[in-house]
C-alpha cells in the first residue's frame, strides 16, 4: 500500500512513499527540530589513509527483500575476453587492469585465492568498440584503488579520443558497462573537468550502466560547485532514457568509510534515472555551500548527501535500500531531487531513511530529502 503526497506537483515531482518507509522523530529529519548539525564536514586530506576493504561492510542492505528485474541481474563471466593476473598478487596490477579495460569484452581476475587492492596511477578508460557488452567481475576478491589521487574508471561515448562510434553519441546503447562483486576505494576525480566532473570512482557518460554486489569507499569528488557531484558515480546519458541499475551495493556503510563530494556522496545524475534496489548508504557527505543556483558569494553545492539528481523527465526509484547518518551542507541529507519541467518521479518503496541531516534544510523539507522544481516558490 502507498500513498500519494498531495503537494507533490507544486514541489515538482511525484513521490510514492510505502507506509513507514521513512523514519519519523527529531533524530530522523532534516533541519533544526532536531536533525541538523553544525559540522560542515571536510573532504579527506592527500595524506589520510584510506580505510581498510577487508575490514569494511559487505555489499547490500541485508535487510533488503525488493525483487530485482531481469535487465538488473549479473552477467555471465564464464568467457573471459581478459583474466588479469597469473594466480599472484603482484600479477595484478594497475597498468594489467587499465589494458584489459582498454580491450573491453568481459573482464575478470586471477589474484590468488585471498583479497587483494590494486592501486591505479592512470585511469581505466573504455573503449566505445570494444564491446558491445563490457564487464568487470572482481570476484568479491578485488579492490580497485585510486590511491586517492585518480578517477578509477571512465566510459564516455561522447568523448572521441575513445571512439565516437555512432552520430548521436548522447543517445545509444553500447557500450553496456556493467561492474559486479567490486570494490571501488580511494577514486579521486578532484581537478576533473571535462562534462562538469564528478564521479571520482566512476564517471559514464552515455551507453548503459549498471552496478551489482559493489562497495564504494572513501571516494571522492571536487569540494565546491553547484552542480558537480557523485563521489562514487557520476552519470550522464543513457541510452533512450533507460534507466541505471543499482543493486545490493554500498557506499560508505561505516563511520570512515563514507564517500564525500560537493554534491552527492553516492550518486549524481544530470536528467538520468536510477533504480536502487537492496543497498546502503551511510556516512556520505555532500560538503559544498551555497546549493544550485549558487547564492551570492558562494561556491554553490552541499545538496544531497547520498544521493543527488538534478535534469528533466527522470525517476529515481529505491526500493529495500537503507539511508543513514548521511549529511548535506544545505538540502537533502539522503536524497536532493530537483526537476527542472516537473516530470521527474522519486519513488520510495520499503526503504528506511534515518538520521540523514542537513545543515541549510527549509522547515517544510522531507525527512532526509529535498524535492522540489528549480525556480518555483515554495
Known amino acids: 500500500m502507498s500513498r500519494r503526497t498531495s503537494s507533490s506537483r507544486a514541489l515538482g515531482c511525484i513521490l510514492f512513499v510505502s507506509v513507514a518507509a521513512c523514519s519519523s522523530g ?17 573532504a579527506p586530506a592527500d595524506t589520510t ?32 575476453r581478459t583474466v588479469v593476473g597469473t594466480g599472484t598478487p603482484t600479477s595484478c596490477t594497475g597498468d594489467a587492469f587499465v589494458a584489459a579495460v582498454a580491450k573491453g569484452g568481459v573482464i575478470t581476475f586471477d589474484c590468488g585465492p585471498d583479497p587483494v587492492t590494486i592501486t591505479l596511477t592512470q585511469t581505466a578508460k573504455i573503449v566505445n568498440d570494444t564491446g558491445p557488452k563490457i564487464v568487470i567481475d572482481g570476484g568479491n576478491k578485488v579492490t580497485l584503488s585510486g590511491g586517492g589521487k585518480v578517477r578509477i574508471l571512465y566510459q564516455n ?7 565516437w562510434t555512432t552520430s548521436h553519441c548522447n543517445n545509444q546503447d553500447t557500450p553496456a558497462l556493467t561492474v559486479q562483486n567490486l570494490t571501488f576505494s580511494g577514486g579521486s576525480s578532484k581537478g576533473e573537468k571535462a562534462d ?21 569507499f572513501d571516494n571522492v569528488c571536487d569540494d565546491a560547485g553547484p552542480d558537480v557531484g557523485g563521489a ?10 533507460a534507466p541505471v541499475y543499482v543493486v545490493h551495493s554500498t557506499f560508505g556503510g561505516k563511520p570512515g568509510y563514507g564517500n564525500v563530494c560537493s554534491n552527492g556522496g553516492g ?49 529515481l526509484t529505491l526500493c529495500g535500500d ?28 520499503d526503504s528506511v531513511l534515518t538520521n540523514n541531516k542537513a545543515t541549510a534544510s527549509k522547515p517544510r523539507d522531507f525527512p532526509g530529502f529535498s524535492c522540489k522544481r528549480r525556480g518555483i516558490r515554495r
Do not use: M, W
Not at 196 to 215: E, P, T
Not at 270 to 287: E, H, M, P, R
Open 267 to 315: 550518486l549524481s545524475s544530470i536528467g538520468v534515472s536510477y533504480s536502487v534496489i537492496n543497498s546502503l548508504f551511510t556516512d556520505n557527505q555532500a560538503i559544498g555551500h551555497g546549493a544550485n543556483p549558487a547564492k551570492s558569494g558562494t561556491t554553490g553545492g552541499g545538496s544531497g548527501g547520498a544521493i543527488y539528481n538534478d535534469g528533466n523527465t527522470f525517476t
Open 232 to 241: 562514487a558515480v557520476r552519470v550522464l546519458d543513457q541510452s533512450n532514457g
Open 322 to 349: 537503507r539511508l543513514e547518518n548521511n549529511h548535506a551542507n544545505e538540502g537533502g541529507g539522503a536524497i536532493f531531487f530537483v526537476s527542472n519541467d516537473r516530470s521527474g518521479s522519486l519513488v520510495i518503496k
Open 157 to 163: 561515448t561522447c568523448d572521441e579520443k575513445q571512439k
Open 26 to 42: 527529531s533524530s530522523s529529519g532534516d533541519g533544526a527540530d532536531g536533525g541538523g548539525s553544525s559540522d560542515t564536514g571536510s
Open 49 to 80: 589513509p584510506l580505510p581498510d576493504p577487508a575490514a569494511g561492510p559487505a555489499a547490500g542492505n541485508p535487510d533488503g527483500k525488493c525483487e530485482v528485474p531481469a535487465d538488473a541481474q549479473p552477467e555471465d563471466v564464464s568467457a573471459p
Open 196 to 216: 562538469g566532473g564528478g564521479g571520482g570512482a566512476i564517471f559514464v557518460r552515455g551507453g548503459r550502466f549498471k552496478v551489482l554486489n559493489s562497495r564504494f
